[in-house]
């Protein structure tokens, strides 16, 4: 959305392909016009990925009538999209969403149909993006494909909060803020740990499951017996700003990522990250935060926070600055634009 809204304010008439909530198809938010594809819940089991997902997929794209076709993350979405297009003369741009898209393995993809049409959507490309240098030399080296960087970008534009300070918060109270899925990667269970060592820090946890899973259940579960633990379940995406205002740290857990939209929303308040997972290392080139391997090192890190307050500080405002030089729209999308306008066949704006 932050993306197809940039665009609209560019000039440029942009469709969304979703999926069907039961909203009215071909309907209109904010000049972006919508098009639904197909309701998960349609269709036989054992038939439905080709029809009504793979069809309504394609009728949907047909209904966008776009010159430029952009799919983000490694899906079997992605094969699917790449045909339509070569099959009806359009452009299309794939654009990496984490890590695991570009290994050779694909452990995010489960079934060998998924990577097979997600490896033929990478071969039917005409441009892939990648969000770091460590992605595009993933790509190139595990996909055979040459990507371009394209950084994420978060909502807060510098003309809004240039002249901002990060918030000064009650710098003597650490509360450490954790957000993403319940998933093997996202390693919750390190943050449960930590809360079990640091019964002086309240750890607030904004995020579910995507689907059910003795994993997740397993951790809500013992979420529950933790006193210092708040578990706040899926929060709506207007309302997560408030989290990240009331919190001191972001704290990442994972074992892998791609750039995380939560540390843009992060440093756009001013609130520093501790991770385990530094992409193309800018949180430690920049003093964005501080990245420890292991519990033990965010213990570490959390209890010498509280015993100096001016390090967080340091890297409260060495974060803003790095979002608003580095990751606002205007920051990041001309480069999008100079790729989607070189896809499309115009060399400088299209007439």
Same mark, same amino acid.
């Given at each position: 959305?932050?993306?197809?809204?940039?665009?609209?304010?560019? =000039? *440029?008439?942009?469709?969304?392909?979703?999926?069907?909530?039961?909203?009215?198809?071909?309907? #209109?938010?904010? =000049?972006?016009?919508?098009?639904?594809?197909?309701?998960?819940?349609?269709?036989?089991?054992?038939?439905?990925?080709?029809?009504?997902?793979?069809? =309504?997929?394609?009728?949907?794209?047909?209904?966008?009538?776009?010159?430029?076709?952009?799919?983000?993350?490694?899906?079997?979405?992605? @094969?699917?999209? =790449?045909?339509?297009?070569?099959?009806?003369?359009?452009?299309?741009?794939?654009?990496?969403?984490?890590?695991? #898209?570009?290994?050779?393995?694909?452990?995010?993809?489960?079934?060998?149909?998924?990577?097979?049409?997600?490896?033929?959507?990478?071969?039917?490309?005409?441009?892939?993006?990648?969000?770091?240098?460590? /992605?595009? %030399?993933?790509?190139?080296? +595990?996909?055979?494909?040459?990507?371009?960087?394209?950084?994420?970008?978060?909502?807060?534009? $510098?003309?809004?909060?240039?002249?901002?300070?990060?918030?000064?918060?009650?710098?003597?109270?650490?509360?450490?803020?954790?957000?993403?899925?319940?998933?093997?990667?996202?390693?919750?269970?390190?943050?449960?740990?930590?809360?079990?060592?640091?019964?002086?820090?309240?750890?607030?946890?904004?995020? $579910?499951?995507?689907?059910?899973?003795?994993?997740?259940?397993?951790?809500?579960?013992?979420? $529950?017996?933790?006193? +210092?633990?708040?578990?706040?379940? %899926?929060?709506?995406?207007?309302?997560?700003? %408030?989290?990240? /205002? &009331?919190?001191?740290?972001?704290?990442?857990?994972?074992? *892998?990522?791609?750039?995380?939209?939560?540390?843009?929303?992060?440093?756009?308040?001013?609130?520093?990250?501790?991770?385990?997972? #530094?992409?193309? &290392?800018?949180?430690?080139? +920049?003093?964005? @935060?501080?990245?420890?391997?292991?519990?033990?090192?965010?213990?570490?890190?959390?209890?010498?926070?509280?015993?100096?307050? @001016?390090?967080?500080?340091?890297?409260?405002?060495?974060?803003?600055?790095?979002?608003?030089? +580095?990751?606002?729209?205007?920051?990041?999308?001309?480069?999008?634009?100079?790729?989607?306008?070189?896809?499309?066949?115009?060399? #400088?704006?299209?007439?």
């Amino acid at each position: 959305m932050l993306i197809a809204s940039w665009l609209v304010q560019e =000039g *440029y008439a942009v469709s969304l392909v979703t999926l069907d909530h039961g909203q009215p198809d071909r309907t #209109d938010r904010e =000049g972006i016009r919508m098009f639904k594809a197909y309701s998960k819940e349609a269709g036989i089991r054992g038939l439905r990925f080709i029809h009504p997902r793979w069809s =309504g997929l394609w009728r949907a794209m047909a209904r966008a009538d776009a010159d430029v076709y952009y799919q983000r993350g490694a899906e079997y979405e992605t @094969g699917q999209v =790449g045909l339509w297009c070569r099959l009806h003369g359009r452009r299309f741009i794939f654009a990496a969403a984490n890590d695991s #898209d570009c290994s050779s393995p694909l452990y995010a993809l489960t079934s060998w149909r998924e990577r097979w049409l997600y490896r033929l959507g990478l071969r039917l490309a005409h441009a892939v993006t990648a969000q770091t240098r460590t /992605q595009q %030399r993933l790509l190139r080296e +595990n996909m055979g494909v040459d990507a371009v960087v394209v950084r994420n970008c978060g909502q807060t534009s $510098a003309a809004d909060s240039s002249c901002q300070e990060p918030p000064t918060k009650a710098l003597g109270i650490i509360r450490v803020l954790w957000v993403g899925r319940i998933t093997e990667q996202k390693r919750l269970e390190w943050l449960l740990d930590l809360a079990e060592r640091c019964p002086e820090i309240t750890f607030d946890v904004v995020g $579910a499951a995507n689907a059910d899973s003795d994993y997740a259940s397993s951790l809500v579960e013992r979420a $529950a017996g933790i006193p +210092n633990v708040r578990m706040h379940g %899926r929060v709506p995406y207007s309302e997560v700003t %408030r989290y990240y /205002q &009331g919190c001191r740290i972001l704290c990442c857990t994972s074992v *892998y990522e791609g750039f995380p939209n939560t540390f843009l929303e992060a440093w756009s308040q001013g609130v520093p990250v501790v991770s385990t997972f #530094d992409p193309d &290392g800018v949180i430690a080139a +920049n003093g964005l @935060g501080w990245v420890p391997h292991d519990v033990e090192g965010i213990v570490a890190c959390l209890r010498e926070l509280a015993r100096a307050p @001016g390090a967080w500080r340091k890297a409260s405002h060495a974060a803003k600055q790095y979002y608003l030089a +580095n990751h606002t729209p205007d920051a990041c999308l001309p480069a999008f634009e100079r790729l989607l306008l070189e896809v499309a066949g115009f060399r #400088d704006s299209p007439a």
